[in-house]
């Protein structure tokens, strides 16, 4: 799978790893990161783990990026978890209610297994 600028993918164990690699998914961020992922769901048949270990700034238009792939997934009947959220992260989607819609893993092994 290719690299791009904010994002490094692999397969692992059968599921897609996003590896998001900007410390910030904001406005500038996100066009590049919501093309990027729908691709990869529209690409692979694999259940997909967003790795956010490297985020610490989550923006609204973030926040749109994780819905979009969220929304793009249940399209295609694709499992989506989230992994390595920092508690910043974590903040941010529990205020926005997000945490009901995502599943969210403190590894990326145990995320992997939550969508096996």
Known sequence: MA???YLQTSIQGGVSIAR????????FEAPALTTELIALVESQPWPIVVDLSAVHILGSQ?????LNLRK???ARKRLLALAGVSEEIMMML???ALTKLF??????????????
């Open 3 to 5: 690299d791009s600028t």
């Open 62 to 66: 973030g926040i749109g990026v994780l």
């Open 20 to 27: 998001i690699t900007t410390e910030k998914m904001g406005g």
């Open 103 to 116: 599943t969210i893993k403190g590894s990326i092994d145990d995320a992997i297994k939550a969508v096996k």
């Open 72 to 74: 793009a997934c249940e």
């Open 94 to 96: 529990k205020i926005s």
